[in-house]
């Protein structure tokens, strides 16, 4: 990939910033959509072509594939920062030796990752399962599967999110939306016509990047870009990685904080569940999957505004970051704020899209109102991380996210019930909420006591040299 040349301009730095938001973020938001259509599709054709086993088998290999997710994002997500600030101070060579020490960085996380997997993986999965011959096998055959090719789901997402930070959107979201439907289509054949099962599913998803990875290779070579792969000292290419890695830590702890705070619930429900816990459990489930999809235009938003702040940041432009960071406060404020609403007055008519049983109806439209109870902070908190992040100050963003989960969600979870009982569970989000905008407000005050920065976020000058 040598086609590497000085861009004519970066239009990160100039022009509407809502305009800007609205060609950044609309790309990215669209391949959050799809991609989480296709988490649906793919467990229509496991649990209606395979069986429930199936099924119940891929998620409980859950948490071993968030981890595979939280490893890539801690490289991506750290390289990304990097590379926007790099590109926004035309500083393209060290761009080039990111962009090829992001891979190097890769290559080792898969080794460490395969190696432990080949050691303990099986001990783990008979553990997850409780013993189950027939999950065990399917478990062990669908992650192994995954696993063994992480390194593709790797140099896919690094791929992704250069063109993202390049301002090749068009491109990236080409690529995504590509990927996705190839996996739609390989699993389609697999598993319903050659009727491969669980292993379909998996070899679906690395048939679809390895042929998308195909499209960016040939992209890459017949285009003009302001990066490529190049040979580096290895000083220069090991020199990224703790940026990369402490940059990449907060994004990726979130992921894995997702399956541990999951689990967190289905203990308290176990203990505190009383007579409806299954349907109670499947409400829990429905309220997840509508979240999680609610989540993903905020995930869009955040990502296109960490582009444009990280670039303008680069460039030393900080009014255009100052508005950036105003602009996404106030979207994702007012999209969270509809959101709540919608969650409060129609959570019966959207647990019923689901299912048909009005008891786990009635139980959906009793905790998505509860969960949801101050929704509304849970955009801004999310942006002020990812500024943080975007401005590479790494301490910060890991407070804001990595608190949420790890020091208030998963710990209330065990506590509130103590106190409440079972719909002590549902209020642990609101309790959060309220107990991150005080932690927010700390960091603001003690960020502008320190830098001077207008509330602790808003810069006007150049740094020094």
């Known amino acids: 990939m040598s086609n590497a040349s000085q861009p004519q301009q970066n239009f990160f730095l100039f022009g509407s910033l809502p305009l800007l938001f609205i060609k950044t973020a609309t790309p990215i938001i669209l391949v959050m959509v799809v991609n989480g259509l296709f988490t649906l599709v793919d467990a229509y054709f496991l649990g209606e072509f395979v069986g429930a086993d199936a099924l119940t088998a891929v998620t409980m290999m859950f948490p071993v594939f968030m981890l595979i997710v939280a490893l890539s994002t801690w490289v991506s997500g750290g390289f990304s920062s990097v590379l926007a600030r790099l590109l926004g101070a035309k500083e393209f060579g060290r761009a080039s030796t990111a962009f090829t020490s ?59 999110d250069a063109f993202r930070c390049e301002g090749k959107l068009g491109f990236m979201t080409f690529i995504s939306v590509l990927s996705t439907l190839l996996n739609v289509l390989f699993n389609y054949l697999l598993i319903v016509q050659l009727d491969l099962g669980v292993a379909g599913s998996a070899y679906g998803t690395l048939l679809a990047q390895t042929l998308s990875l195909s499209a960016v290779i040939i992209y890459r070579y017949n285009t003009i870009s302001a990066i490529s792969l190049m040979p580096s000292p290895l000083h220069r290419i090991t020199g ?89 406060i106030f979207a994702s404020f007012g999209y969270c704020l509809s959101l709540q609403l919608i969650f409060h007055f129609m959570a019966g008519p959207l647990g019923s899209i689901f299912v048909d049983d009005q008891k786990i109806i009635t139980e959906t439209a009793r905790i998505l109102p509860l969960i949801t109870l101050f929704y509304f902070l849970f955009g801004p908190s999310m942006i002020l991380s990812g500024f943080f992040q975007a401005i590479g100050d790494a301490k910060r963003s890991a407070l804001i996210s990595l608190t949420r989960t790890y020091l208030f969600s998963i710990p209330l979870t065990f506590v509130l019930p103590l106190y409440f009982g079972e719909v002590g569970i549902w209020y642990v989000g609101p309790v959060t909420e309220i107990l991150m905008t005080v932690l927010t407000l700390f960091i603001l005050f003690h960020n502008a006591s320190r830098t001077g920065y207008k509330l602790g976020l808003f810069r006007t000058d150049p740094a020094p040299s």
């Open 102 to 160: 992001a891979y190097m960085l890769s290559g080792v996380v898969c080794l460490l990752l395969i190696s432990i997997f080949g050691f303990g993986g099986d001990q783990m999965i008979q553990w997850v399962t409780k013993g189950s011959d027939t999950l065990s096998a399917m478990g062990y055959t669908y992650i192994s599967i995954l696993i063994y090719g992480s390194p593709l789901i790797f140099i896919l997402t690094i791929s992704v």
């Open 240 to 328: 990224f990685w703790r940026d990369f890695l402490a940059l990449g830590a907060p994004q990726s702890l979130s992921y894995l904080g997702i399956s541990l705070s999951s689990g967190a619930v289905f203990y308290s429900l176990q203990n505190w569940g009383g007579a409806n816990y299954e349907a109670t459990v499947t409400a829990y489930g429905i309220t997840t999957r509508i979240l999680t999809f609610s989540f993903l235009p905020l995930l869009g938003l955040n990502l296109g505004f960490q582009t444009i702040a990280g670039n303008n940041q680069g460039a030393q432009i900080f009014p255009r970051v100052n508005n950036s960071l105003k602009i996404a």
